[in-house]
C-alpha cells in the first residue's frame, strides 16, 4: 500500500485537536474545583445545574478516549495503515469505556456528544448574566463566563475538526481496499470491500442562530439529492423548437410597395 505524507490541513487539525483535548481537560479540572467549593450554597441555583451538565458532559468527552482514537486515525489518513484497521472494534475489557465499538463508530460518537455540549453551556451562561447584571457573587460569575466562554470555543472548534476527518474516513473506507501481508518472506494481498448492508453516515456542520449544529446524512440520501439537483438544472428535452427559414429580399420589396400603395 502506497503512502503518502499528510497535507498541511490535516496536520493542523490533529494538532489543534490534541491541542484542545489538552486545554479541555485543564478546563474540566478548574470547574470541578469551583462545583465542590459551591456546591452545598449555590446547589439548588438554576444556573448550577446546568454548571453540572457541563461538568458531565465533559466527563463524558474526556472519558471516550479521543487521543486514543486520534492515534488510529491519523495513520490511516496518512495511508500508514490500512482503513479496516479503524472498522475493526477495539480489543479491551468489557468494562472500559469503548469496549466492542471500532474507532470508527467511537469518533461519531465523539462528533454526536461534541453537538450536544453547546446548549448547556449556552443556558448556563445565560442563567449567569442574570446573576451579574443583579451584581450578585460578581467574581463567581466572572470566573464561570470565562470559563463557559474558553468551553464553547473548544468544543465547537473540536467539533468542525472532527466532523472534518469522520468525513475523510468515511471516504476512504468506502472504497475496495488490498493489504498486502507478508510471513516469512512469503507476499499475500488480501482484499477488502465495503458493506452494503451498513450504509455509510455523511455528516455536515450548519451554523444556526448562535452555534454548530450537527446534520447527518447518509451516502444514498446525498447521492440522490444530487440527482434531483442535476434533474432540475438540465432542460427539458420535451420542449421542441422550430427554426424560421431566412426571409428572402423578394418578399421582403413586395411588401414594402404593398406598403407604399
Known sequence: MAQR???????GEEQRLRAAVRHLQAEAG???RLVYKHRNQHRSAAYFQYLLKVRRDLKLLLSANIVEVLNATF???ASRKP???ILVPSRQAKKKPGANHSHHKRLLGVARLLSQMAEPVMKGAVQITFLLARSFFVDLCAALLALL????V?????LLDVVSIYNKVTDLTDR???VRISIDRVQAFREYYPSSNDPNTILECVWVKDKFVLNERTKASCQKAQDDIQKSCTPDLSIQYETLGLVSEEIICVEQNLWQQ
Do not use: D, F, H, W
Open 154 to 158: 473548544l468544543i465547537q472548534q473540536m
Open 75 to 77: 495513520p490511516v489518513l
Open 83 to 85: 482503513p479496516n484497521t
Open 149 to 152: 466562554a474558553r468551553v464553547r
Open 30 to 32: 478548574v470547574l470541578e
Open 176 to 178: 475496495k481496499q488490498a
Open 5 to 11: 505524507q499528510e497535507s498541511p490541513g490535516e496536520e
